[in-house]
């Protein structure tokens, strides 16, 4: 951006943290109370599994064990809106993530869409439907995920028992590794959910089964090999099958709700949840409202039942054997029963927050693998988690992939790291960053952006050092730290006169001349910044540099933030005016209010930069406080009229109501 001033600080510390304000964590949502006879307490999970989101991307129960179930991570995220693009990726060789956008009306009625191994089929948003048709999982198939989709309406008028019509919504024989979560299955031509012929490591967590007669079933073998997780998930409406498990090695029923069950007056096949055949089944913390013979097992199964609610149940409470202890196969939490109610008619079936996660490097061994597999002209979210670690590489993500979170997975920002070392000499300013943002609507969260290039160890004439380039629209930090020397942080438009707007809280950024700077419309809210001393007693270098096209009242807005400082007293300035290539309708705009300077800052803070003077630009301070915020005649004061005006929300919300400060 600037020529490097030569005078260089003496040594660059490690990657201290710096205390910051840290965005709390969300604490899970408890509902209902124990306090009804048999309502057993939430079982106590030590670790990770204790604080499962009800919303994880990835599976727990029967379907994490065994090498677990990833879907199609690694693949490509493909957007689907007709039965032939979803055949067509549902049965390809490769993994995919498949996103159902809208209602997919299947013909013939009641034809399959065969779903093949290393899939994720995911509804976007709660819109996500497939009409008349039934996704079927040929033998042999494994690692796939079914999420957040409505499948329904292949009933045939006057077949009620499906004796006709074989319409399921999901069929599955001798499958493996499958997960089915947060779907809603309706009214259906033969069975819901059919699991069949030795089907293994299965789990069937948060759904909604409606309005039918036969809801789920499981078996149809005489092997008992069968192991399967169902939990969270709401029975209503139905009649049998809810479900029915046959010849299963282990069956683990815990916190379902049936109600409102079909009473059509059947003494035998109206029923709740049965263990049949050599079935092992354990179920806990279940809510029975309206249920004709809730749970009942055959005389060759066992079936052990604790803490479950009756209300208004009548028939069949079998209870026998001792089944098996599913904590020696897997941790998980338990609600109480009497939440159950609440809970799964709240959380089961699609939801709007349910996306897409890819893994790094789980399910794609680089960030920029992950960037790389979001679709073109993306328009749903989709979360890029990055495990703990420090990646040593470059990340691009270009303006055609818009809507990406990218999420570090760590207790602490600083776990982790995407790092890399280019200065300008090798690429021009934009070509040393390490992270360069061009998409609108990314949010980057708990993570720490760095350029480590030594600019003490060596001598070039390009010393510049991004961290962090971005030209997009809409760009959100929250706890992230920006580390680097001069020009560490660039916020910055397509071109001069087009205006973007970038939210940066609970942060941290260092450097030393220039480092943060740019054009876009910038607010940093609850951060620290950090002004590096480069070992001089005059001038150390300079906080921001401002080129705000002159059309735009709105540059940089440094506001309830804290500046600190190891450099000698008076020897930092908060800005200069940049003006690229001599521009001169980039006239910047800097406004640093509420905020704590250290004694390193200059009595006259602002300076003049390459030929044109700070005091033609719009420099400001309001109500800073600490010894850096002496007042002199060369720091000029917002107004209080004019403090009304300069606020956070004035600075974001452009012409389309952008605010994401209001989250907090």
Not at 195 to 215: E, G, L, P
Not at 253 to 268: E, H, I, K
Not at 412 to 420: E, F, H, L, M
Not at 636 to 651: E, M
């Amino acid at each position: 951006m600037t020529q490097h001033l030569h005078s260089k600080r003496l040594q660059r510390p490690g990657y201290g943290r710096v205390v910051a304000a840290v965005l709390g964590l969300v604490a899970a949502l408890g509902l209902g109370a124990a306090g009804e006879a048999k309502a057993a307490p939430a079982a106590q999970v030590s670790g990770a599994s204790a604080s499962v989101d009800r919303f994880d991307d990835r599976p727990h129960g029967f379907a994490s064990l065994a090498g677990g179930t990833t879907g199609g991570a690694g693949g490509k995220v493909v957007t689907v809106t007709d039965q032939a693009a979803l055949a067509r990726y549902a049965a390809a060789e490769e993994p995919y993530v498949i996103r159902v956008s809208g209602a997919i009306a299947v013909e013939p009625f009641g034809s399959d869409i065969v779903v093949g191994s290393n899939k994720t089929i995911i509804g976007v948003g709660d819109t996500g439907e497939i009409v008349h048709g039934e996704l079927h999982l040929d033998p042999g198939t494994h690692n796939v995920i079914i999420r957040n989709l409505t499948i329904r309406d292949s009933y045939v008028e006057g077949d009620w028992d499906g004796k006709t019509t074989d319409f399921d919504a999901i069929q599955m024989d001798t499958a493996d590794h499958v997960w089915i979560d947060h779907n809603r299955f309706e009214h259906m031509g033969d069975g819901l959910l059919d699991i069949r012929k030795d089907s293994q490591y299965v789990t069937v967590s948060y759904n909604q089964f409606r309005s039918h007669n036969k809801a789920f079933g499981i078996g149809w073998t005489p092997n008992v090999l069968t192991q399967i997780t169902i939990d969270h998930n709401w029975f209503t409406g139905t009649k049998q099958r809810n479900p029915s498990a046959d010849n299963c090695a282990y069956a683990h029923l815990y916190n379902n709700y049936l109600s409102a069950q079909v009473a059509d007056g059947d003494p035998v096949w109206t029923y709740g949840n049965w263990s049949r055949g050599r079935t092992k089944m354990v179920i806990e913390n279940s809510y029975y409202d309206g249920v004709q013979h809730p749970y009942q097992a055959d005389t060759t199964a066992e079936l052990v039942q604790r803490g479950s609610i009756l209300k208004n149940t009548t028939g069949r409470t079998d209870a026998w054997g001792t089944a098996f202890d599913p904590r020696s196969f897997y941790a998980y939490r338990l609600d109480p029963a009497a939440a159950v109610p609440a809970l799964v008619s709240r959380f089961s079936g699609p939801q709007q927050r349910i996306g897409v996660t890819l893994h790094v490097p789980g399910g794609y061994p680089t960030v920029q693998a992950a960037v790389d597999a979001v679709p073109d002209q993306n328009t749903v979210p989709v979360t890029i988690a990055v495990a703990p670690g420090t990646y040593r590489a470059k990340v691009y993500i270009p303006a055609t992939k818009p809507k990406i979170v990218l999420q570090g997975t760590g207790q602490d920002r600083s776990d982790t790291v995407i790092v890399y070392d280019t200065p300008a000499e090798y690429g021009g300013s934009t070509g040393s960053a390490t992270v360069r943002i061009a998409a609108n609507d990314v949010t980057a969260r708990h993570l720490t952006f760095s350029n480590d290039f030594d600019e003490a160890a060596v001598e070039l004439k390009g010393e510049q050092a991004l961290a962090m380039k971005t030209t997009g629209d809409r760009i959100v930090f929250e706890d992230t730290a920006f580390l680097g020397n001069q020009d560490t942080l660039m916020t910055d438009s397509p071109k001069l006169d087009v205006i973007s707007r970038v939210y940066i809280r609970d942060s941290y950024i260092e450097g030393d001349v220039d480092f943060v700077y740019g054009r876009a419309t910038t607010v940093i809210e609850r951060s620290v910044i950090r002004a590096l001393s480069r070992g001089s007693d005059t001038n150390n270098g300079y906080v921001t540099a401002a080129s705000t096209w002159t059309g735009n009242p709105y540059g940089f807005l440094i506001t309830r933030s804290k500046v600190v400082s190891d450099a000698p007293d008076q020897s930092f300035h908060l800005g200069r005016p940049w003006h690229p290539g001599g521009e001169p309708a980039a006239v910047g705009q800097v406004l640093i209010r509420d905020t704590e300077l250290p004694a390193a800052v200059k009595t006259s803070p602002w300076a003049d930069m390459s030929g044109f003077s700070w005091k033609d630009a719009r420099f400001a301070e309001y109500r800073n406080s600490g010894p850096g915020a002496a007042p002199s005649a060369d720091r000029p004061q917002l107004a209080g009229a004019d403090a009304r005006t300069y606020t956070v929300t004035n600075y974001l919300k452009g012409t389309d109501g952008w605010a994401p400060h209001t989250r907090h």
